[in-house]
T-cell receptor, first 114, second 115 residues
Framework: RKEVEQDPGPFNVPEGATVAFNCTYSNSASQSFFWYRQDCRKEPKLLMSVYSSGNEDGRFTAQLNRASQYISLLIRDSKLSDSATYLC???????????????FGKGTKLSVKP | DAEITQSPRHKITETGRQVTLACHQT?????MFWYRQDLGHGLRLIHY???????NKGEVSDGYSVSRSNTEDLPLTLESAASSQTSVYFC??????????????FGPGTRLTVL
């Protein structure tokens, strides 16, 4: 199993649609989970951290299932401005001092159309 | 406002030349990282540092080196540039807060072309 695996997409959806992204990770010792957003030719930016109980930020909802090692991101009422690549990110866990290191998925591309 | 900057933003160089990419952060973060991003590979870690005088190799460190003489800067050096090192390079930093929620903040990137 790859360290962090995502469906590369692209997901092409109309404005107003609800879209869900999924991600699996292989290291059961990972403790930090994030979704980053990356616009074309720009740097990745933190969208939201993912907490064990699940968390919501406006139209965005993130869920974590530790037993299945699975993370999800739900975007409701999609906007044109949501078009970007969404990166699933997991910390490396307790690998000899590398706890601060993050592992990035390759990303899922979202294109929201009018 | 605190920020992380990279220079140059674009660089074209020739095979065999030494190249240094600068990264400067004003977050006062202890942790700093260098990544490269290529199509089909996502972000791959080159080197990282958890504090002054600390440096560690990442998954793709061959041909690269870093040094950390202060908190703010982590320059990345390509000892002898190769065409395979043509890529977009991102620098990032994060706080030292143990193992949880240590999100990283990224610089704008340097687009390097090796001819």
């Amino acid at each position: 199993r790859k360290e962090v695996e995502q469906d590369p997409g692209p997901f092409n959806v109309p404005e107003g649609a609800t879209v869900a992204f999924n991600c699996t990770y292989s290291n059961s010792a990972s403790q930090s989970f994030f979704w980053y957003r990356q616009d074309c030719r720009k740097e990745p930016k933190l969208l939201m951290s993912v907490y064990s109980s699940g968390n919501e930020d406006g139209r965005f909802t993130a869920q974590l299932n530790r037993a299945s090692q699975y993370i999800s991101l739900l975007i409701r009422d999609s906007k044109l401005s949501d078009s970007a690549t969404y990166l699933c990110v997991v910390n490396r866990g307790n690998y000899g001092g590398s706890q601060g290191n993050l592992i990035f998925g390759k990303g899922t591309k979202l294109s929201v159309k009018p | 406002d605190a920020e992380i900057t990279q220079s140059p933003r674009h660089k074209i160089t020739e095979t065999g030349r030494q190249v240094t990419l600068a990264c400067h952060q004003t977050w006062n973060h202890n942790n700093m990282f260098w990544y490269r991003q290529d199509l089909g590979h996502g972000l791959r870690l080159i080197h990282y540092s958890y504090g002054v005088h600390d440096t560690n190799k990442g998954e793709v460190s061959d041909g690269y080196s870093v040094s950390r003489s202060n908190t703010e800067d982590l320059p990345l050096t390509l000892e002898s540039a190769a065409s395979s090192q043509t890529s977009v390079y991102f620098c990032a930093s994060s706080e030292s807060r143990g193992t949880t929620y240590n999100e990283q903040f990224f610089g704008p990137g340097t687009r390097l072309t090796v001819l």
